[in-house]
């Protein structure tokens, strides 16, 4: 239908008209306010936050779920055979 054009109601807004966030410039963030009194001002260090010790995450079934898919590839395995055997 070459007449209709995208003049309804749209559930998406059209891919120009996007609305604006608007941002603190990093320029602004990172202003300091004046010294008024005769005193160097103290620069304080980049310190990082405490990282916490990185504990090992822990997999409960793994060995179930390993001990299931060895016992599935070898049914697997022995059916390839098998076949082979059959088919040849």
């Known amino acids: ?3 209709k054009t995208g003049r309804g109601k749209r559930k998406y ?3 120009g008209k996007k609305k604006k966030s608007r941002r603190v410039s990093p320029v602004m963030a990172a202003h300091e306010p004046p010294v008024t009194s005769g005193e160097v001002p103290v620069t304080a260090e980049v310190v ?4 916490a010790p990185a504990t090992p995450f822990r997999y409960p079934y793994i060995f179930s779920e390993l001990r299931r898919i060895g016992i599935l590839s070898g049914i697997i395995l022995a059916i390839l055979i098998v076949l082979a055997l059959v088919l040849s």
Do not use: A, D, I, K
């Open 13 to 15: 807004s059209p891919l």
């Open 1 to 3: 239908m070459p007449g």
């Open 48 to 51: 990082s936050p405490p990282v």
